[in-house]
């Protein structure tokens, strides 16, 4: 499960991109306009039967990853990778079965210990510079969500990274947000509308 983290193509196509240049045409509203028209959204993110889930900003371009397979351990995965050009910044979405199809209940500290022991071994692994540089816990309506915070060269460049892991029944959900690592303000500004669930 934790392999279909590991984008290089994917990481590097999105931070390396330049900001396109937005073409904003600007209408004027009638005089007597009855209805404000509500703000626009960016994609919806849902998770876990909907027990962990958040709204990325406007600008946000979702595509599907490549389903999990048995050779690499992410039989049954499937997720969809949220890319902004703008802000030169990807969010990937993944969910499928637990280790061994365990049953873990919404909250099982034994369950997130081994992930995020999982988790960091896989990307010691895959990224020789991953640092591990933080973690946090927070609950979703009793749902046990583990964040961890990290650096490494992706995608040909230095990046921060903050991931959040959640399981709950038989399968466990990983979000991981992948940012310019001289880009902490918008990092952080992601970070905590995710865990806001807005």
Do not use: C, W
């Amino acid at each position: 499960m934790f392999r279909t983290l590991s984008h290089a193509a994917l990481v590097a196509a999105a931070l390396t991109l330049a900001a396109p240049a937005m073409a904003h045409t600007h209408s004027h509203p009638a005089k007597h306009t009855a209805k404000k028209k509500p703000a626009p959204t960016g994609p919806k993110v849902s998770t876990l039967k909907g027990k962990f889930h958040f709204t990325l900003p406007v600008g946000y371009v979702a595509s599907p990853m490549d389903a999990g397979d048995a050779q690499n351990g992410t039989s049954g995965a499937k997720g969809t990778l949220y890319q902004s050009a703008k802000e030169k910044r990807v969010v990937m979405a993944s969910e499928g079965p637990t280790p061994g199809n365990v049953t873990v209940s919404d909250y099982d500290a034994d369950f997130l210990d081994a992930a995020v022991k999982n988790f960091v071994k896989e990307q010691s692994a895959g990224l020789p510079d991953f640092k591990k540089t933080g973690e946090k816990e927070f609950t979703v309506k009793g749902l046990g969500v583990r964040e961890i915070d990290s650096t490494a060269t992706q995608g040909g460049g230095p990046t921060r990274s903050t991931v959040f892991l959640a399981g709950s029944g038989s399968s466990m959900a990983i979000v991981q947000v992948i940012s310019r690592a001289d880009d902490q303000k918008g990092h952080e500004a992601l970070v905590k509308k995710i865990v806001a669930g807005k």
